[in-house]
């Protein structure tokens, strides 16, 4: 799916939260259907089914060509390159992409209108999470998502257009009664995209580990929850303990643990 400045939009506006507390995960799965663009693979995703919701989470490779190279490890987590892709090289060579069904059974009758979502991005490429946090479907007047139903295929979904990242009054008309009239709802997404250089700032070059959480709730309450990690490069960095201390964990045998990355 294509950007738009909707997402530099949103990166200024809202700020951090606490991370979403995953429900029990299930690895590797299909979801519901793969609507969005053209020769994308179902499979891959790390999902929570609750609640008649299912939400699912997953990275692809994406540059320096598209492929259905999901790279999963099984547990929740994805391994990617570091470097940069598209033009000025600035974005992953990953995307991370999401599913939203409201109503996986189809038997609730509940369209997406009548949740809320929260998608959380994170920013620091080390252990630590710095949270972009906002509802990727309620939470913006226009966006260019794919929207469906159970049944529903990539050659019919409804895609939105919205010029210049809002959309126009029709436009954002359109996509009101998208969200009001389907139960399933996907994207693919770079972190190149929310990168608005002050507080959210992304450099695709860096070796580190992302954080992503998807929810969706119910007035306060969340109902579902899901949530990956996307290993970049050699993973999180360490940080050099000062002499004096390393030398004591070295000398308590807690050396190894401190200074430890992930097996690779």
């Known amino acids: 799916m294509k950007t738009s400045h909707l997402f530099l939009t949103l990166a200024a506006a809202v700020t951090s939260s606490a991370p979403a507390v995953a429900g029990p995960l299930l690895f590797d799965q299909n979801v519901t259907a793969v609507i969005f663009g053209s020769g994308n693979a179902n499979g891959s995703f790390t999902v929570d089914r609750a609640e008649g919701i299912e939400l699912g989470l997953r990275a692809k490779v994406r540059y320096p060509t598209p492929a259905n190279q999901f790279n999963s490890n099984g547990d929740g987590s ?4 570091a470097g940069g892709g598209g033009a000025g090289n600035v974005r992953a060579k990953w995307n991370f992409e999401w599913s939203i069904n409201s109503d996986l059974t189809g038997q609730l009758g509940r369209n997406l209108s009548q949740l809320s979502y929260r998608l959380q991005l994170d920013f620091d490429p080390g252990v630590a999470t710095s949270f972009l946090a906002f509802d990727p479907i309620k939470g913006v007047a226009c966006a260019d998502h794919s929207f469906g139903n159970n049944g529903s295929t990539e050659s019919n979904d409804q895609r939105t257009v919205c010029d210049g990242g809002v959309g126009s009054l029709a436009q954002q008309t359109a996509y009101a009664s998208f969200v009001a ?4 709802v996907q994207n693919s997404w770079n972190l190149d995209f929310f990168d608005n250089g002050s507080n959210w700032v992304f450099d695709p070059n860096l070796d580190g580990q992302y954080t992503f959480t998807l929810e969706a709730l119910q007035d306060s ?10 290993f970049v490069g050699q993973g999180p960095q360490t940080v050099p303990l000062p002499g004096t201390l390393a030398l004591g964990l070295l000398g308590l045998g807690l050396m190894g643990s401190v200074l430890r990355r992930r097996p690779r």
């Open 181 to 184: 009239g389907n139960n399933l």
């Open 78 to 81: 994805y391994d990617h390159e």
């Open 221 to 230: 309450s969340v109902l579902a929850s899901t949530k990956i990690d996307v």
